[in-house]
């Protein structure tokens, strides 16, 4: 059984840095992705990262967030800098076995606060 299971969140002030981790069982071909909800909205994909290294991000982040993965260890992160208070949200991680299409896995989240 897939299993995936997000660390690190917490509360922290604007401009602060935070990483975020998620720890799979076994992710080797997979392509993983972070995504957000924040308070009364909807959830809203991230960033991304391809089992070659390759990268997407949502506009808002771009320059501030990087996505990053350790195959040996099996876990996934999300380095953010700069965060402002509008990051603030639910943060989960998802896994899909191929290169595109549905997510099929997502882990509990871990709820980001950036105080202003």
């Known amino acids: 059984q897939v299993q995936l299971v997000e660390s690190g969140g917490g509360l922290v002030q604007a401009g602060d840095s935070l990483r975020v981790s998620c720890a799979t069982s076994?992710?080797?071909?997979?392509?993983m992705g972070w995504f957000r909800q924040a308070p009364g909205k909807e959830r809203e994909f991230v960033a991304a990262i391809w089992s070659n290294g390759r990268t997407r991000y949502q506009d808002s982040v771009k320059g501030r967030f990087t996505i990053s993965r350790d195959n040996a260890k099996n876990t996934m992160y999300l380095q953010m800098n700069s965060l402002k208070p509008e990051d603030t949200a639910v943060y989960y991680c998802?896994?899909?076995?191929?290169?595109?299409?549905?997510?099929?896995?997502w882990g509990q989240g871990t709820k980001v606060t950036v105080s202003s």
């Open positions: 076994g992710f080797s071909g997979w392509t």
């Open positions: 998802a896994a899909r076995t191929g290169p595109s299409g549905e997510y099929n896995y």
